[in-house]
T-cell receptor
């Protein structure tokens, strides 16, 4: 069974600083990896995904993530934080090889942006 | 194109009452899912339906039942609600293999 670990339930950065949210996964097969963002009292919105191919994935709102198989990691970064980035971020994995069973989520990281 | 819709948005139940949460998608997706979100727990899969006519248990199915009514609709039923089922419930759908899941706005359920 797969699992996802997000290091840090809360991460605080200054506006304009680098954002780094960490995600490590375990999977017995090549994984499909996702980052979602959740704003208060809303559903989850897809930021980016890795399925196959290029290991550096670009998403919406200036975020990107790099799949590193040797480190079993899929960390999310953004060069310069904006106040509007304050939200909950979830990393998720599917190791169904493209099948239709559900995602396994990490517990989430709350991103706080300091002015 | 509304994406994934859920009703109701909020619900308060007393212990032992029953209710059905409704979900519909207009993206012609084959697969649909129900998750619950609890503080500090992330999202956990309750049930999923890989295609019309099939349903399977997820990580936390106890106390729930589901029905895939047709390709568009996937409902979640609580037969006898318990306080432990107080949560935010999300429905999601996905298309072809390897594609992302798209989420509805959620239903906030409180069981007293």
């Amino acid at each position: 069974a797969q699992s996802v670990t997000q290091l840090g339930s809360h991460v605080s950065v200054s506006e304009g600083a680098l954002v780094l949210l960490r995600c490590n996964y375990s999977s017995s097969v090549p994984p499909y990896l996702f980052w979602y963002v959740q704003y208060p009292n809303q559903g989850l919105q897809l930021l980016l995904k890795y399925t196959t191919g290029a290991t550096l994935v670009k998403g919406i709102n200036g975020f990107e993530a790099e799949f590193k198989k040797s480190e079993t990691s899929f960390h999310l970064t953004k060069p310069s934080a904006h106040m509007s980035d304050a939200a909950e971020y979830f990393c998720a994995v599917s190791d169904s090889g493209g099948g239709a069973d559900g995602l396994t989520f990490g517990k989430g990281t709350h991103l706080i942006i300091q002015p | 194109n509304a994406g994934v819709t859920q009703t109701p948005k909020f619900q308060v139940l007393k212990t032992g009452q029953s209710m059905t949460l409704q979900c519909a998608q207009d993206m012609n997706h084959n697969s649909m899912y129900w998750y619950r979100q609890d503080p500090g727990m992330g999202l956990r899969l309750i049930y999923y339906s890989a295609s019309e006519g099939t349903t399977d248990k997820g990580e936390v199915p106890n106390g729930y039942n589901v029905s895939r009514l047709n390709k568009r609709e996937f409902s979640l039923r609580l037969e006898s609600a318990a306080p432990s089922q107080t949560s935010v419930y999300f429905c999601a759908s996905s298309g072809n293999s390897g594609t992302a899941q798209y989420f509805g706005p959620g239903t906030r359920l409180t069981v007293t």
